[in-house]
């Protein structure tokens, strides 16, 4: 395949699979972040790297004539800078472990992958090729000129310590969100674990981060693991390390993240779906100060501060005997809650004027502004996927419409309706179970009286002709269910 020209140079990212609908479905996937080549075969993929510089390869395991990990296993030894990702339905943990160990493999991504998550793989992939070509940077550096090379770190550490501050949580004045960064950034002064509570999409990461960066851990590394999207055979390798021989496959040591990030934070996201069995384990880390890697005969002390998150509630899972209680108290030293973009309604307005200039920027859009009515759609909208799902509707927004604004007919069809699909908006669960026949009929004028507003994107003129109101019969109804203030 070969890509339209850009004016804008993307990573770019080789996909080796034998089936054409695999490569079609990743090509969708990466190619707005991503410059996409695609091969169907090893020997395919191998001319193009002779041909093409690759950040990234996402390699199907099972392919005629040459398995991923073998071939990613030369690529390894040729490109040794590429970083390589397999993506298999082959969940056997012991070879798994053996591929990761011969091709040096970055990631094993297990089908069927989410979208959210193989994206966020990839960025993360390409993110590391780019510090790790820092890094050999900074080391040719150091043996000329220390100076510099101080300057220049500490003027990156300020850098990253402004791009990643509290101030750049973006947010309303008075927001519930001041309480929570004000407590995390007094906690950050302070070597104690945190427990960052709250839903999927709401931007515990980046809370995590704002934490990292203005602790006095932050010229350490800021490591994040994923403990949902990893099988749980693999989690303690994956964190703790393991020794060569400890098991089949283990063809040679491998750094565990706790290792990797010592003198820094480790961010253990869905702690929450962690077995009983990984628990215990990684309570005695916590305990102890230190890590015994798979295979080896003495623990190897660490220093690092963990920030978990988790969207379940915890102290209930710890009730039912999913989760340690002891590693609880262990992880909770300060107990974060980021509250969901629907307790938030008024940071909807700046975090979706940020947004749109974000996405703008990534997509190679001119921009787009959004006006009153679009505005007032969105506030009308309860957001179940809080931030990210705010994000992909700008985005499949400004994909679709080419003008300077976007209206509000640009979004899908549930955030012009005001409510979630399959959500507790829908007629029959609205109206309540109890009452007198007025009350009921009452609930479901105001439901037919919004959706037509927000239909009609809260023209009254409109609004008032379907209904057969007069205007100012439709703003008395208006005042009576509190819809005059959109």
């Known amino acids: 395949m070969t890509p339209p020209l850009s004016l804008e140079v993307l990573p770019t990212v080789l996909v080796v699979d034998d089936e054409v609908r695999s490569q079609d479905a990743l090509r969708r996937t990466l190619d707005e972040d991503f410059t996409v080549f695609t091969a169907s075969s090893a020997d395919e993929a191998r001319g193009l790297l002779q041909r093409q510089p690759v950040s990234v390869i996402l390699c199907d395991q099972r392919m005629p004539g040459m398995t991923g990990v073998n071939f990613l296993k030369e690529v390894r030894e040729q490109w040794p800078d590429i970083v390589r990702i397999v993506i298999s339905g082959y969940t056997d943990s012991e070879d798994i472990i053996a591929g990761i160990n011969d091709a040096g493999i970055y990631q094993y991504i297990l089908k069927p992958w989410s979208p959210d998550h193989l994206l966020e793989s990839v960025r993360n992939a390409v993110e590391a090729q780019v510090l790790q070509q820092q890094t050999a940077r900074l080391d040719l550096e150091l043996r000329t000129s220390t100076r510099v090379l101080r300057q220049r770190t500490a003027s990156q550490m300020a850098q990253a310590r402004s791009h990643f501050g509290f101030d750049r949580i973006v947010r309303a004045p008075g927001s519930p969100l001041d309480l929570v960064c004000a407590m995390a950034e007094r906690a950050a002064r302070y070597d104690i674990p945190v427990l960052v509570l709250g839903e999927s999409g709401t931007g515990k990461e980046l809370l995590a981060r704002a934490i990292h960066y203005a602790s006095p851990?932050?010229?350490?590394?800021?490591?994040?693991?994923?403990?949902?999207?990893?099988?749980?055979?693999?989690?303690?390798?994956?964190?703790?390390?393991?020794?060569?021989?400890?098991?089949?496959?283990?063809?040679?040591?491998?750094?565990?993240?706790?290792?990797?990030?010592?003198?820094?934070?480790?961010?253990?996201?869905?702690?929450?779906?962690?077995?009983?069995?990984?628990?215990?384990?990684?309570?005695?880390?916590?305990?102890?100060?230190?890590?015994?890697?798979?295979?080896?005969?003495?623990?190897?002390?660490?220093?690092?501060?963990?920030?978990?998150?988790?969207?379940?509630?915890?102290?209930?899972?710890?009730?039912?005997?999913?989760?340690?209680?002891?590693?609880?108290?262990?992880?909770?030293?300060?107990?974060?809650?980021?509250?969901?973009?629907r307790d938030r309604v008024a940071d909807i307005t700046p975090?979706?004027?940020?947004?749109?200039?974000?996405?703008?920027?990534?997509?190679?859009?001119?921009?787009?502004?959004?006006?009153?009515?679009?505005?007032?759609?969105?506030?009308?909208?309860?957001?179940?996927?809080?931030?990210?799902?705010?994000?992909?509707?700008?985005?499949?927004?400004?994909?679709?419409?080419?003008?300077?604004?976007?209206?509000?007919?640009?979004?899908?069809?549930?955030?012009?309706?005001?409510?979630?699909?399959?959500?507790?908006?829908?007629?029959?669960?609205?109206?309540?179970?109890?009452?007198?026949?007025?009350?009921?009929?009452?609930?479901?004028?105001?439901?037919?009286?919004?959706?037509?507003l927000l239909r009609h994107r809260w023209n009254k003129t409109r609004t008032a002709a379907e209904l057969g109101l007069s205007r100012v019969g439709l703003r008395a109804k208006m005042q009576r269910f509190g819809l005059d203030a959109k």
């Not at 979706?352 to 009308?380: I, K």
Request: proline share 7%.
């Open 217 to 341: 851990r932050l010229g350490g590394p800021f490591v994040v693991e994923n403990c949902a999207a990893i099988p749980d055979t693999l989690l303690e390798s994956e964190l703790f390390g393991h020794k060569r021989g400890a098991f089949t496959g283990a063809y040679e040591d491998h750094l565990g993240l706790f290792q990797r990030a010592d003198g820094g934070t480790v961010f253990l996201d869905e702690i929450g779906e962690t077995s009983p069995a990984f628990q215990v384990k990684l309570l005695r880390v916590l305990q102890e100060g230190e890590v015994r890697p798979v295979g080896a005969p003495r623990p190897v002390p660490v220093d690092v501060r963990i920030i978990a998150a988790t969207h379940r509630h915890l102290e209930q899972r710890v009730r039912d005997g999913l989760f340690r209680e002891d590693l609880y108290y262990r992880l909770a030293g300060v107990t974060l809650t980021v509250p969901p973009l």
């Open 351 to 452: 975090i979706a004027r940020q947004t749109a200039l974000d996405v703008a920027a990534e997509l190679g859009h001119p921009g787009a502004s959004l006006p009153d009515e679009t505005l007032a759609c969105l506030l009308a909208y309860p957001w179940p996927g809080n931030i990210r799902e705010l994000r992909n509707e700008i985005a499949r927004a400004m994909a679709l419409h080419d003008g300077s604004q976007l209206p509000p007919g640009a979004f899908s069809p549930r955030v012009l309706q005001g409510r979630a699909a399959g959500g507790g908006d829908d007629l029959a669960a609205a109206i309540p179970a109890s009452g007198t026949l007025t009350d009921r009929l009452d609930v479901i004028e105001a439901m037919v009286l919004r959706e037509t």
